[in-house]
């Protein structure tokens, strides 16, 4: 009996060991995921021939660190599932790195795929299993790869009738109305074979929407991507294989203008026509047996008129269903009656779309239904936002019905269009069905109402028989880019003012970052840089900000100058051309892709176009100042807004160009141009000395006339000296506060305003200027309705309603409230700051950012004599953290004392804060005081 228990028990402590143990194990076990090649999971259409690899580490213990990766990259699936990498096997490397790891395998083949796992080793002598399979698929290299493909249209636009660049405004009246026709271009084929794998290769001018055998290929909208059309154009690469069937399959492709061709009808920005709709296709077939075929376009596709009637990319759109001709993307369509497409030239280069494409992110059901006046109704779908309206509706043959979008109302109720472009306008012609559903397909506008005349709301009365409209919603398109960011607190005007900014950020990411979604739709380049970390903190921008910086580079002048918008569709006057705060962008902003993802190449791929604008700017410049440009856009002066108006160009020019040049020097060390970088620091100190000997009063320590902005970028870009910083800083302080806690700068001044203030320790100010209603800024455009941030402090009507050059405040949510900011030196977020500011009368604050490496969260929270800050911190990363006490003893961490802790180090005090440094892992502190928390 004895013997029995005693065996039993052996049993159970047996069972107890290799539970605990496994539950150990698994605690501690390291995982590897979020496999990217160039930013993007399983990317289409490659044509790096050295593309990047990351991947992300996941532990549930504290400090891992990646010690070593071995990388298997193959073009075999069944070879890379057995462990074999037979185009590249790194065999394991001794490095940390886990982001922007480039190939260094067999030379890449155009159209191919590649399949690649990893696995990793960290500093507690872990290692994880293989990855999941990822993959890529390389796009056409050369243009020998488009293996014939030829420009294919409907019709030719005469080289005479050509307006390229464009014109500012409606042009020459003479020219006439400048109608086209939208094409639909088809082509039916065999596949005879079982199939291992297709992939269709497509450039469209300006747009396409590709379908096969009846269905659109994608989510995509307006692609592809918008361009610097007599330099390159975009291609697209879809994964096709389980479109096509066995036997007969058709191809259609629906053609529209976008800034390719611009009607001269309705409202424009600009009159532009490089050409007529074209297309360019290569389909590629992979069968089972290893045999290609390849479908390419040529004379023998099939074109005819669309049901598009009118396509703007800033006027509208019509649509005739009556012209709709079922089964023309399909099989077996009878195209007697179709024309051969015609042979076209197109762009000297055509390059693959590896930005995110735009999509339709969002919708919204009407909030509200008004009539304002007889025969006309105005729906209210309750939010401000770039997009186009999807309607479904019953009526009789050929009736037509209007839609006017429009981001404001009159007094009286109807729809205005005075500071959003105007007459724009949609119309649809019915076919007499029981229901019919519509969307516009090749242009998009800003709007929160839509106005419709000639149609009534189902169930309204109805004597004139007018179609009704059964439905409508308004459907939100932006960028595809990944959200990263979230913020939250407890302040409800902060967030309130978040959703806000983050509508007008959203509405204007397409193919570049717009200053608005209607009246002008141009990529305006100032907000690339000065909005940049804003956008980041919300969006992974990585693919957007290259195909930006390559529109700079397509853009910038023989003379060296990069003009204020990219691609340069126009050539405006004066500052509107040539404005360094603009243009600037060429240099600040790849040199910020850099900070934010650790993207050497594109400093690489940047520098020659930087060295160019730098010398254009030495040029230009006066004893080392410049003075021309548009200066402090939009500040609050005595007049209405425009150029700057309390602050000199030459102070935001100059000192601009300084930072340009400290810029130069830091990327001529990355890329160790050692000549170059001694170069610019010399031109930069002179450049310094002739700026404060301009505008530097000692005796005042006030920068030329006093502003915020003035002072603000002076202490910023590092212009003041060390001696009178703190009093520059405090002059700035004293102007807000004597301004009754309210702002003046404007589009250029205000990031510096607060970036200033919060590197100074000021965020109580910042929480002061932005916490009212009563004056322009945040709080005021909301109470005045505003659902989306608007181009002028002050809310005015007369100018656009959705612009996001002023939306500054959102870094400040993230890296001031919510504390997360990148170590200085750092790249990518491998070394953080958390540094959360608790002023004013937030009490919590969660704030979380999807970085390069993983998710960096803080949340934190504070009572009378207590403050609560839970964080976590990716695996192979690193973090200071900032608790607000000067008393070590009085902080814990899980319970327990943070001393004698050794995965929390303990580094110094400083300003009140102690500061301790940590690994990766989460981690709850608490600071108990005998005081209240301040």
């Given amino acids: 009996m004895l013997r029995r228990l005693i065996k039993e028990l052996k049993k159970v402590w047996i069972c107890f060991?290799?539970?605990?143990?496994?539950?150990?194990?698994?605690?501690?076990?390291?995982?590897?995921?979020?496999?990217?090649?160039?930013?993007?999971?399983?990317?289409?259409?490659?044509?790096?021939?050295?593309?990047?690899?990351?991947?992300?580490?996941?532990?549930?213990?504290?400090?891992?660190?990646?010690t070593a990766y071995h990388v298997l990259v193959s073009d075999n699936r069944a070879l890379i599932e057995k462990n074999m990498g037979n185009i590249w096997d790194s065999r394991k490397q001794s490095s940390a790195q886990s982001i922007q790891v480039e190939y260094r395998g067999k030379p890449l083949e155009a159209t191919?795929?590649?399949?690649?796992?990893?696995?990793?080793?960290?500093?507690?002598?872990?290692?994880?299993s293989w990855s999941d399979v990822a993959s890529w698929q390389m796009g056409l290299l050369q243009k020998d790869d488009w293996k014939g493909a030829q420009w294919i249209a409907y019709e030719r636009l005469a080289d005479s009738l050509r307006i390229v660049p464009g014109v500012h405004g409606n042009g020459d009246p003479a020219w006439g109305p400048g109608k086209n026709i939208l094409p639909l271009l088809r082509k039916e084929f065999e596949v005879k074979k079982s199939i291992r794998r297709a992939t269709v290769f497509i450039a469209g001018l300006g747009h396409f929407d590709l379908r096969i055998n009846g269905e659109k290929v994608g989510g995509h909208f307006l692609d592809a991507g918008w361009t610097q059309y007599n330099k390159e154009a975009i291609y697209v690469t879809f994964d096709i294989t389980a479109r096509?069937?066995?036997?007969?399959?058709?191809?259609?492709?629906?053609?529209?203008?976008?800034?390719?061709?611009?009607?001269?009808?309705?409202?424009?920005?600009?009159?532009?026509?490089?050409g007529y709709p074209k297309m360019i296709c290569r389909v590629l077939i992979e069968y089972a047996d290893g045999a290609q075929?390849?479908?390419?376009?040529?004379?023998?596709?099939?074109?005819?008129?669309?049901?598009?009637?009118?396509?703007?990319?800033?006027?509208?759109?019509?649509?005739?269903?009556?012209?709709?001709?079922?089964?023309?993307?399909?099989?077996?369509?009878?195209?007697?009656?179709?024309?051969?497409?015609?042979?076209?030239?197109?762009?000297?280069?055509?390059?693959?779309?590896?930005?995110?494409?735009?999509?339709?992110?969002?919708?919204?059901?009407?909030?509200?239904?008004?009539?304002?006046?007889?025969?006309?109704?105005?729906?209210?779908?309750?939010?401000?936002?770039?997009?186009?309206?999807?309607?479904?509706?019953?009526?009789?043959?050929?009736?037509?019905?209007?839609?006017?979008?429009?981001?404001?109302?009159?007094?009286?109720?109807?729809?205005?269009?005075?500071?959003?472009g105007a007459p724009v306008y949609f119309n649809y012609t019915l076919a007499g069905d029981d229901s019919e559903v519509w969307q516009p397909q090749f242009t998009y506008y800003g709007f929160r109402?839509?106005?419709?005349?000639?149609?009534?709301?189902?169930?309204?009365?109805?004597?004139?028989?007018?179609?009704?409209?059964?439905?409508?919603?308004?459907?939100?398109?932006?960028?595809?880019?990944?959200?990263?960011?979230?913020?939250?607190?407890?302040?409800?005007?902060?967030?309130?003012?978040?959703?806000?900014?983050?509508?007008?950020?959203?509405?204007?990411?397409?193919?570049?970052?717009?200053?608005?979604?209607?009246?002008?739709?141009?990529?305006?380049?100032?907000?690339?840089?000065?909005?940049?970390?804003?956008?980041?903190?919300?969006?992974?921008?990585?693919?957007?900000?290259?195909?930006?910086?390559?529109?700079?580079?397509?853009?910038?002048?023989?003379?060296?100058?990069?003009?204020?918008?990219?691609?340069?569709?126009?050539?405006?006057?004066?500052?509107?051309?040539?404005?360094?705060?603009?243009?600037?962008?060429?240099?600040?902003?790849?040199?910020?892709?850099?900070?934010?993802?650790?993207?050497?190449?594109?400093?690489?791929?940047?520098?020659p176009m930087m060295k160019r604008y730098a010398g254009y700017l030495l040029a230009k410049s006066e004893n080392y100042i410049l003075s021309h440009g548009l200066g402090d856009w939009f500040d609050i002066g005595p007049k209405n807004p425009g150029e700057s108006q309390l602050t000199p160009k030459g102070i935001t020019a100059t000192a601009i160009f300084y930072y340009?040049?400290?810029?130069?020097?830091?990327?001529?060390?990355?890329?160790?141009?050692?000549?170059?970088?001694?170069?610019?620091?010399?031109?930069?100190?002179?450049?310094?000395?002739?700026?404060?000997?301009?505008?530097?009063?000692?005796?005042?320590?006030?920068?030329?006339?006093?502003?915020?902005?003035?002072?603000?970028?002076?202490?910023?870009?590092?212009?003041?000296?060390?001696?009178?910083?703190?009093?520059?800083?405090?002059?700035?302080?004293?102007?807000?506060?004597?301004?009754?806690?309210?702002?003046?700068a404007g589009d250029i001044g205000y990031h510096y305003v607060l970036r200033v203030l919060e590197d100074n320790g000021r965020s109580d100010v910042i929480y002061d200027m932005n916490s009212r209603t009563d004056v322009p800024g945040y709080g005021f455009q909301l109470a005045h309705g505003a659902t989306a941030l608007t181009e002028s402090w002050q809310a005015y009507r007369f100018v656009s309603n959705n612009h996001f050059m002023l939306g500054h405040l959102m870094e400040w949510f993230y890296s001031g409230l919510g504390g997360i900011r990148q170590a200085e030196g750092s790249m990518a977020f491998k070394k953080i700051v958390i540094h959360p500011e608790p002023v004013g009368d937030v009490t919590e604050a969660e704030t979380k950012y999807e970085s390069p490496y993983g998710t960096i969260t803080t949340k934190w929270s504070k009572q009378a004599k207590n403050f609560n800050l839970s964080i976590e911190i990716p695996t192979n990363t690193t973090a200071v953290v900032y608790l607000p006490t000067s008393n070590i003893s009085q902080i814990s961490e899980g319970g327990k004392t943070v001393t004698n802790r050794k995965e929390i180090k303990f580094v110094r005090y400083e300003n009140g804060r102690a500061l301790f440094s940590v690994g990766s892992g989460q981690y709850q502190f608490q600071v108990k005081s005998g005081k209240e928390n301040e």
Avoid at 38 to 56: A, D, F, K, M, V
Avoid at 115 to 128: E, L, P, R
Avoid at 249 to 269: D, T, V
Avoid at 731 to 738: C, F, P, T
């Fill in 17 to 66: 060991l290799l539970t605990f143990f496994s539950g150990v194990l698994i605690a501690q076990q390291l995982t590897v995921s979020g496999l990217k090649c160039e930013y993007q999971r399983t990317p289409l259409g490659i044509e790096e021939t050295s593309p990047r690899l990351s991947w992300q580490l996941q532990s549930e213990s504290r400090n891992v660190a990646q």
């Fill in 112 to 128: 191919k795929v590649y399949y690649w796992k990893v696995k990793v080793w960290d500093n507690q002598s872990q290692s994880s």
């Fill in 244 to 274: 096509l069937e066995k036997g007969t399959n058709a191809l259609g492709a629906m053609l529209g203008n976008g800034f390719y061709y611009i009607p001269r009808e309705r409202y424009r920005k600009i009159t532009m026509a490089y």
């Fill in 293 to 420: 075929e390849n479908i390419v376009s040529d004379h023998s596709w099939k074109a005819h008129p669309g049901p598009i009637t009118f396509s703007s990319i800033y006027g509208g759109e019509d649509y005739d269903a009556n012209l709709r001709e079922a089964g023309w993307d399909q099989p077996f369509f009878n195209a007697a009656h179709w024309k051969n497409a015609i042979l076209v030239d197109g762009p000297p280069l055509l390059k693959s779309q590896t930005a995110e494409p735009l999509i339709i992110a969002d919708s919204f059901t009407v909030k509200k239904i008004t009539q304002p006046k007889p025969g006309v109704w105005v729906y209210d779908f309750g939010q401000n936002a770039s997009g186009i309206f999807r309607v479904k509706v019953k009526g009789k043959k050929n009736s037509r019905i209007t839609f006017k979008p429009a981001e404001l109302i009159t007094d009286d109720g109807l729809i205005t269009q005075e500071a959003s």
């Fill in 449 to 607: 109402y839509m106005q419709i005349e000639g149609a009534v709301p189902q169930g309204e009365s109805n004597p004139n028989h007018l179609p009704e409209v059964l439905e409508i919603k308004s459907l939100h398109t932006r960028n595809g880019a990944a959200k990263t960011g979230y913020f939250s607190c407890s302040n409800d005007l902060f967030n309130r003012t978040n959703v806000l900014i983050n509508w007008a950020i959203k509405s204007n990411m397409a193919s570049v970052f717009t200053d608005c979604p209607h009246r002008e739709k141009l990529g305006w380049l100032e907000e690339s840089h000065l909005m940049g970390a804003s956008v980041n903190y919300n969006y992974d921008i990585a693919t957007l900000c290259r195909k930006v910086i390559r529109d700079m580079i397509n853009a910038q002048t023989d003379e060296g100058l990069i003009p204020d918008i990219a691609p340069e569709y126009v050539h405006f006057e004066k500052g509107f051309r040539d404005s360094p705060e603009w243009g600037s962008a060429g240099i600040i902003l790849p040199w910020y892709v850099y900070l934010w993802y650790n993207d050497k190449r594109v400093l690489s791929e940047a520098y």
């Fill in 660 to 744: 340009d040049l400290r810029t130069l020097s830091r990327i001529a060390e990355v890329l160790n141009e050692q000549k170059d970088r001694a170069y610019f620091e010399e031109i930069a100190q002179r450049v310094k000395n002739a700026f404060n000997a301009a505008f530097f009063n000692k005796e005042t320590a006030q920068y030329a006339t006093g502003s915020q902005t003035a002072n603000a970028m002076a202490v910023y870009m590092e212009l003041a000296e060390p001696e009178y910083k703190d009093a520059v800083v405090d002059n700035l302080v004293k102007d807000i506060r004597e301004r009754g806690n309210s702002l003046t």
